[in-house]
């Protein structure tokens, strides 16, 4: 092997990454508006999908970056869902402003759950993560008056977009929109990933006693973490709330935080891209199969879940990066 | 007065319950460091057995819950040979995420053969009538339940404090390597051990149906409350469990007296002040 | 004396047990001072307690003049007081490159900022390659830390505290699991470190001891049986005794 002046590779390497990004998002783009001719009929449904990949793109900030295990990821989501559909229900209409407030309801909510789960570590960070998604779904399902309970709100109303495109009955708009969304927070995240803070983020997963041994402290930049992930999946929250026009109490549960986890593992931890290839692909399977038998699809999604720890630790985009690098090496063995 | 009794021993003998399933995982995680979030799809599949054997088959109570612990220690035998050993030295979200699919296999499978209804075991006539405790009176069943919580719990302590056995789970917790070269059989020390947090909840998968209800999501259903549980007690520790138990379960049956349209609301918010206060559990181990 | 580095009769108990009894040491600025002792001395415990890892039964801590007993780990490293591992810590999947970058943008105060790229950061790279090349790692700057070989991860934990530019640096086992081969290697590394820096050496190896440290300090059974020139520390009978005892208390 030829050793590569240092200097050389030193212009060469973040290029390369930057690269690489542009042509991601570029992909990431193009594969939704592919969505948006090839499934017509099915376009509230891909909205959900970019709603629900919001939460689990925020749910890769905390797990896949960090390395903090969280089981109650939807307590971000639906505090954005709820704080936009409150608002919508109270007269503030306004498309961006909804998601505005619903990011800001998320990071809010965010803090919180930071603040109380950084106080511990392993199993019990794990269960405080649970009790306080299960909190707030006995908190909205009790308070009636302002959440609707169990019928959930609906009937919100947002205003047109830029006050020219109506959220249309076949939810072009609130698509486009949404996809729109996605691409913007998936650059923001590339940024976030790359910038010093996300390397402290990856370093406090690797070896949290060599960050403080840096003289870094590791709460001030979890919580920050935390803060950024709940304004991310605050955004899917409101996004889903705008789309559909309904909130209901499974936005702020046990058993989405779950799937969203899920559907990371599926994907990938720790790339951003896994989080939306496993979001796509675990919710067109659940859409095919959950209507024709909700308990083969639980038995499917638990054998594949076994299937992943044992055969591919890294998700499907770790498995398509191997075979990405097999097949690299293999074209550089064939050139002289 | 006498309502308040009334709570005290219903929350008892739920904590009993709970305890009996629960401090199966709590010995799995604390001295195997086995994130099983499948132990209550073990107890589901305790509750089921029992409910086909004493409903279905007309066999009994006592011959029904024999039948739940035999089988899923026989279920589980080929599980832990085939899915779990591999997770043993894995890391955590590897545990939860394999525990969590075999969670969801045991749901979609259970309710392929038996149909997503309500499972119940019917008590034989001692059990059904009520006993004269002088005071007043409390229901056989939940008598049975204390009882059956506090022999587990001595019969667990003499085991792991007082018996060979014991010794060697300990040796093989606390350094696997230097366990084995002392002539410890570690892969069977911890496949007895898992074959016991596995039949004990069986066993309290059966006897606390009354409080727990066998029906087709009772595995992911109460996945978290016996999650926290272990952890308020602190994984490893009897007696941590057994005072979470007890805890957890005069919160749970008091909050639902008095304030019942609340849900669970103080039953989680008790468990977040408790995890924060006690990060490591009421009687955890000092790490 | 105007110690940089101060350690004032520290003491540790854990329950009944003293691991560390009445420890005082002091150190000059450009000192090398090697602190040796035998298995279950107490060098362990003595380290956490520098460090801030644990909080002593008793004594004080002084960093430039500064009380910093009360500090955590993270305060005494932002005050100038830096450590490397016994085991080597470092993040397997990142490479040299950018853990020394990583360590320069916190001496800088920049580690955790959001709005800013770390690899294009030019001045960060140009000094993060000077410190690798002092230590010759140039080569394997860009590749992950977990295919290096270990005597280079040592080498990377000393250009990682170079980097962070420490008042006192607190060497833990710097050639611990490192071939004999690559001693050398180690060795070359500690001679590049600033003459203005203090260095505290906890060490097994005493040929390297010899040769760097120009002061020694022998901790026995949690106490401090020994100062002096390391030429002297042979002839000394407790330590003799220390480390042959232990020995025959090994042996039997």
């Excluded at chain 1, 509230?44 to 793109?57: E, N, P």
């Excluded at chain 2, 499948?38 to 066999?59: E, K, V």
């Excluded at chain 2, 002539?183 to 898992?194: L, N």
Aim: a positive charge.
């Amino acid at each position: 092997m030829t050793r590569q002046a240092p200097d050389s590779a030193a212009a060469a390497r973040p290029m390369r990454s930057l690269g690489r990004d542009s042509v991601g998002v570029a992909l990431v783009a193009i594969a939704g508006l592919a969505g948006y001719w090839l499934f017509p009929d099915n376009l509230s449904f891909l909205t959900r999908m970019i709603s629900v990949a919001l939460l689990v793109l925020s749910l890769d900030l905390v797990v896949g970056y960090c390395g903090i295990a969280s089981l109650g990821q939807a307590a971000l989501y639906g505090a954005g869902a709820y704080a936009a559909g409150i608002a919508c229900l109270a007269g503030v209409t306004e498309p961006f402003l909804l998601i505005l407030i619903g990011a800001a309801a998320g990071g809010v909510t965010g803090l919180l759950m930071g603040t109380i789960m950084l106080r511990a570590h392993g199993l019990p960070q794990l269960v405080l993560s649970i009790a306080i998604v299960q909190l707030l779904h006995e908190a909205a399902n009790k308070a009636y008056s302002v959440t609707g309970g169990s019928d959930g709100l609906s009937g919100m109303a947002p205003a047109p977009l830029f006050g020219i495109f109506e959220f249309d009955l076949w939810g072009r708009t609130a698509y486009l929109f949404g996809l729109a969304l996605l691409v913007i927070v998936f650059v923001a995240l590339k940024l976030l990933v790359r910038s010093p803070f996300g390397m402290v983020c990856r370093g406090l997963k690797q070896d949290p006693l060599r960050v403080s041994a840096l003289g870094i402290s590791a709460f001030p930049v979890l919580l920050r973490m935390f803060l950024i992930s709940g304004a991310v999946a605050g955004t899917g929250g409101a996004l889903g709330a705008i789309a559909t026009q309904v909130v209901g109490l499974d936005s702020v549960s046990f058993e989405l935080s779950a799937n969203a986890l899920v559907m990371l593992v599926l994907g990938g931890l720790g790339n951003l891209y896994g989080a939306l290839i496993g979001t796509v692909v675990f919710m067109a399977v659940e859409h095919i199969v959950a209507a024709f038998n909700p308990f083969h699809w639980l038995t499917l999604v638990g054998g594949l879940l076994v299937a992943i720890v044992l055969f591919a630790p890294r998700g499907l985009s770790g498995s398509i990066d191997e075979a990405a690098r097999i097949l690299m090496r293999g074209k550089r063995r064939t050139a002289p | 007065m006498q309502t308040a009794l009334s709570i005290a021993l219903d929350a008892l003998a739920y904590g009993m319950a709970l305890f009996i399933i629960c401090i199966g995982l709590s010995l799995t995680m604390g001295l195997m460091r086995l994130v099983n979030l499948a132990h209550g799809a073990f107890a589901m599949i305790g509750g089921y057995i029992a409910s086909y054997a004493a409903r279905d088959l007309g066999l009994g109570y006592a011959v029904g819950i024999v039948l739940a612990v035999a089988g899923t220690i026989l279920i589980a035998i080929p599980l832990e040979r085939l899915l779990f050993r591999r997770i043993y030295d894995r890391s955590e979200l590897s545990q939860v995420l394999m525990t969590i699919g075999i969670t969801f296999c045991v749901i979609g499978i259970t309710n392929y053969f038996f149909g997503p209804t309500l499972k119940t075991i019917p008590l034989p006539a001692e059990l059904a009538q009520p006993v004269d405790l002088g005071f007043r009176s409390i229901a056989g069943h939940r008598l049975f339940v204390i009882a059956s919580g506090l022999v587990v719990a001595g019969g667990l302590w003499f085991l792991i404090e007082r018996t060979g056995f014991g010794i060697n789970l300990r040796a093989a917790v606390e350094n696997a390597p230097m366990a084995r070269a002392l002539g410890v059989r570690t892969e069977w020390i911890y496949a007895a051990s898992f074959a016991l947090a596995i039949g004990l909840a069986a066993f309290g998968g059966a006897v606390g149906a009354e409080f727990l209800p066998i029906e087709p999501y009772y595995a992911l259903r109460y996945m978290v409350t016996f999650l926290v549980v272990v952890s308020v007690g602190g994984a490893g520790s009897i007696p941590g469990a057994l005072a979470a138990c007890i805890l957890l379960g005069a919160i749970d049956v008091t909050a639902r007296y008095l304030v019942p349209d609340f849900g669970n609301f103080f039953f989680y918010l008790a468990v977040i002040l408790i995890v924060c206060l006690f990060p490591r559990g009421l009687l955890g181990r000092a790490q | 004396m105007n110690a940089v580095f101060e350690v004032a009769h520290l003491s540790k108990s854990f329950g009944g047990l003293r691991v560390n009894h009445d420890v005082s040491i002091a150190m000059a600025a450009g000192e090398r001072l090697a602190l040796i002792g035998p298995n279950g001395a107490g060098k362990t415990t003595f380290v956490n307690l520098v460090t801030g890892r644990i909080p002593p039964s008793a004594g004080s801590v002084r960093l430039a003049g500064e009380d910093i007993t009360s500090l955590g780990a993270v305060a005494r490293v932002r005050r100038g007081l830096v450590r490397t591992f016994q085991v080597t810590r470092l993040f397997p999947d990142m490479t040299p490159e950018e853990h020394v970058v990583m360590a320069i943008l916190q001496r800088q105060g920049r580690a955790t900022r959001i709005l800013a790229r770390f690899h294009g950061d030019g001045a960060a790279s140009d000094e993060a390659a000077g410190i690798l090349a002092t230590l010759s790692l140039t080569a394997i700057a860009r590749r992950k830390v977990a295919e290096i070989a270990y005597g280079q991860q040592r080498l990377l934990e000393i250009a990682i505290a170079m980097a962070q530019r420490p008042k006192v640096l607190l060497l833990d086992e710097p050639a611990a699991g490192v071939p004999s081969s690559d001693t050398p290697l180690i060795e070359r590394a500690l001679e590049r470190l600033p003459a203005s820096l203090a260095v505290l050496m906890i060490e097994h190896d005493m040929d390297l001891v010899f040769r760097f440290a120009k002061r020694v300090v022998v901790l026995a059974a949690g106490e401090l049986i020994f100062q002096g020139l390391p030429a002297d520390v042979a002839r000394d009978d407790r330590v003799r005794e220390a480390y042959l005892g232990s020995y025959a208390h090994a042996g039997g």
